[in-house]
């Protein structure tokens, strides 16, 4: 530990662009990027769950609008998104003298909100198809049984469609903190901002984008393997007998 | 009729960089991805983990990191790679990278990973024996690609392919970052000398939601082109 300790100091000593300062926005960067995609997965997933199981309704004015919200943010590109989202509440006549300028003046919020309702629209999709996938067999079983529609949506089809959709999930997971480097265009610290700040102040091109690159593939794998982990947990009665 | 403030033609001649970055990226990926796809399915162990490398990197990296890599980093890199050939060989030579090439080379480098992967997945559900049928008949290799390799690769491809488009059609977004004027990027800057937010951004997410919708009929015609002898059986199973 010793020696680790000292073999750091000495890396730190003897290079000009990595110091602890500038280790100190990678630092704050990774946090920002980190609480901007965990916060709109979390609220996106929690869209998404009621948007996936009213999409399959019956009823067209249920079913065509939220149809529609998902063609047009799977549709157009995020960056616009965010664009109309960020500008959008900027120049909101007499907004800044509100008290909702205190939060909505950082573009966090705005850009969370953006994400958020790409990510929901997106998961909304992925739910769906997993719905829909229910063996018939299943349905037919709970209706055997005399479950109401919503015993049956909670004990037999939701949980057999989130285990379908994990793998789709895990790659909308990936796809998001990917996604999340455009919110140094607005203005936010993320990782992405911290290196285009890092190449900014030194003209170091490959040390701050080839180090934030390595910062972004370690997030990735750890991404990859929870969800590898977690497809081995709850898909392990789908294995072959021999497998 | 919407007042577009005198933007119109600009954002018209934004659509247009819009689709030629598309297009040309979609080139270079599919270029790349054949390449890939080769690579991965070769018996030649080196090739084999250099394009296994190269779609594990690519597809753990945000598009925006590396575009920016490339971007500020290509011209550098350039430059050294030129000034050496100067000094060693005298070799005067000048290449620019600018937002455009950058732009390009970004977006074909990232998804000719993916079509890479789209591409091995095809080429592997090609039935051997048809190979073997080619062979049989004395065909030789290059004329057995053209003429049952290939058109049976696209049949199972081009869903993926068509997939791997929409995603790309979406990422050209990212080249109004580095400075090139697509669409996006005239649409922000109306979007600040005029603080209309909504006027030139909606536009601009219809192009786009166009582009897509006529690419998905395209596919789907494709897709009827390739299928041809395949029955409607495997329509229904689609």
């Known amino acids: 530990m010793e020696q680790l300790n000292a073999w750091f100091v000495e890396l730190l000593s003897n290079n000009d662009i990595f110091t602890a300062n500038t280790l100190g926005y990678y630092l704050d960067g990774l946090g920002n990027t980190v609480s901007l995609v965990f916060l709109s997965l979390i609220i996106g997933l929690l869209l998404a769950v009621p948007l996936a199981i009213a999409r399959g309704s019956r009823r067209k004015w249920i079913k065509w609008p939220i149809f529609f919200y998902t063609y047009v943010f799977r549709g157009t590109p995020l960056l616009i998104q965010l664009y109309m989202i960020y500008y959008g509440v900027v120049f909101i006549e007499g907004i800044q003298d509100t008290f909702l300028w205190a939060i909505l003046k950082e573009a966090f919020y705005p850009a969370l909100i953006a994400f958020t309702l790409n990510t929901a629209a997106y998961t909304t999709e992925i739910f769906h198809g997993a719905i829909k996938a229910t063996p018939r067999g299943e349905i037919e079983a709970a209706r055997a049984y005399g479950m109401s529609r919503a015993l049956m949506m909670r004990r037999i089809i939701m949980p057999s469609a989130f285990r379908r959709a994990l793998p789709a999930y895990g790659n909308e997971v990936i796809f998001m903190l990917h996604a999340s480097a455009i919110a140094s265009v607005v203005t936010i610290m993320d990782l992405t901002g911290a290196a285009r700040f890092v190449y900014a102040r030194f003209y170091a091109p490959f040390d701050a984008f080839l180090f934030v690159a390595a910062i972004y593939l370690c997030l990735t794998f750890a991404i990859l393997y929870l969800f590898r982990y977690l497809e081995k947990k709850l898909l392990a009665h789908l294995k072959p007998i021999n497998g | 009729m919407i007042d577009l403030q005198g933007y119109g033609p600009r954002l018209l001649e934004g659509a247009l960089v819009t689709v030629e970055v598309a297009v040309l990226s979609l080139l270079l990926a599919l270029i790349l991805g054949l390449l890939t796809a080769s690579a991965k399915l070769s018996r030649n162990v080196l090739l084999h983990r250099l394009a296994t490398l190269y779609t594990t990197l690519i597809r753990g990296v945000p598009d925006l990191v590396l575009m920016l890599l490339l971007f500020f980093g290509g011209q550098i890199g350039v430059n050294m790679i030129t000034d050496w050939l100067y000094y060693q060989f005298g070799v005067d030579i000048f290449i620019s990278i600018n937002e455009f090439v950058a732009g390009v080379v970004t977006i074909g480098f ?3 990973a993916y079509m890479g992967e789209t591409f091995r997945g095809a080429f592997m559900a090609v039935d051997s024996g048809q190979l073997e049928a080619g062979r049989a008949y004395g065909m030789s290799n290059r004329l057995i690609f053209r003429r049952i390799q290939f058109p049976q690769m696209m049949r199972h491809a081009l869903p993926g392919l068509g997939n791997n488009w929409m995603v790309l059609l979406k990422t050209t977004a990212l ?64």
């Open chain 2, 110 to 112: 990232i998804f000719g």
């Open chain 2, 175 to 238: 080249v109004s970052v580095i400075g090139l004027s697509d669409m996006v990027r005239i649409a922000a800057e109306a979007t600040k000398a005029t603080h209309e937010p909504f006027l030139f951004m909606i536009p601009v997410a219809l192009i786009y939601l166009l582009i897509a919708s006529v690419s998905e009929w395209g596919v789907a015609r494709l897709q009827k082109r390739y299928n041809v002898g395949f029955g409607e059986a495997d329509e229904w199973n689609n």
